[in-house]
């Protein structure tokens, strides 16, 4: 990873601080996209102890509005003539419906609309460079479905269900992305990390937040969790993979609605759409 350029959103907290530095103890600049001041220099701090000599930088963004995501690839962009790879791993768990400015449902926008969006704004950058794109994604897309009637959530909102509406997304996302950019040199794959203990849900509110502080006790480590993303991100072996879901740093085989390419490719298309207009609460609601 020496002499390459790794943006990473999410990075952090969790799963994300930890494959950014073991990416910067490799060799890797690592240019980590957070929200919280604090934080992100904390990160910024931690990299250039854990790789040392190089000039690792944050960007601040809130990754939930659309004006956000666009100003970051910009800034992104100016600042990088070089992006090798691009991990989006931004994602959070809300107990409670929350419509953002633009109108859509901060999960979908989130864990969605910021991957969609960054990485179409960074497309000359990655299509320049060869980049390998890694999407975070989770077996809770499984037995889940879309329904294009409703992508905001606007019916019976459950938490974890929607987040698991919009973890298949990432893998819708991950599979269209690979047949769209097929004529370029960039590669796109998506991974479950797995059940891990990290900050994930602690802010979620309400039962699932309970629910989910006594299940952390059966988890696995952030460290164990980042192993797929730091192998996606630097290893030989999955540079020719394209579109895949991989689990323990192996192609795995998604719930048959993540294989839907009909469902993949209206996605893209609604995603398209909603990046480019900003949505009425009142359509939303």
């Known amino acids: 990873m020496r002499g390459k350029t790794v943006v990473i959103t999410g990075g952090t907290s969790g799963i994300g601080q930890v494959a950014a530095e073991k990416l ?8 980590v996209v957070a929200r919280d ?12 102890r854990a790789g040392p000599g190089v000039a690792h ?8 509005r659309l004006n956000e995501m ?10 990088e ?24 449902e901060r999960t979908f926008a989130l864990n969605h609309m910021s991957y969609f969006v960054v990485t179409q704004a960074l497309r000359e950058r990655l299509v320049a460079s060869a980049a390998r794109v890694v999407n975070t994604a989770s077996d809770a897309h499984k037995g889940k479905s879309l329904d294009f009637s409703d992508l905001q959530s606007a019916g ?19 599979s269209e992305m690979a047949r769209r950019w097929a004529g370029t040199p960039v590669t796109v794959n998506c991974l479950h990390p797995g059940f891990v203990d990290t900050r994930f849900g602690d802010q979620s509110g309400g039962t699932f937040q309970t629910v989910v502080r006594v299940a952390k006790n059966f988890a696995i480590s952030p460290e164990k969790g980042a192993e797929t993303i730091v192998y996606l991100a630097s ?41 480019n207009s900003r949505v009425s609460t009142q359509h939303s609601a």
């Not at 910067?24 to 240019?31: E, H, K, S």
């Not at 959070?92 to 109108?103: I, K, N, P, V, Y």
């Open 24 to 31: 910067a103890a490799m060799g890797a600049r690592m240019v």
């Open 37 to 48: 001041q604090v934080r992100g220099e904390q990160t910024l701090a931690q990299l250039r």
């Open 57 to 64: 930088t944050v960007h601040y963004a809130d990754l939930s």
């Open 70 to 79: 666009k100003r970051l690839a910009r800034e992104i962009a100016a600042a």
């Open 81 to 104: 003539p070089r992006i090798d790879v691009l991990i989006n791993n931004a994602g959070a768990l809300f107990g409670s419906r929350q419509l953002t400015e633009d109108g859509l």
């Open 156 to 174: 019976n909102y459950r938490g974890f269900n929607v987040y698991g509406k919009s973890k298949l997304c990432n893998i819708l996302f991950t």
């Open 235 to 275: 290893a030989d072996e999955p540079d020719k993979a394209n579109g895949l879901y991989f689990y323990k740093c192996r192609p795995a085989t998604p719930s048959k609605e993540a294989r839907d390419a009909d469902a993949a490719k209206r996605l893209w298309e609604v995603s398209e759409q909603l990046s």
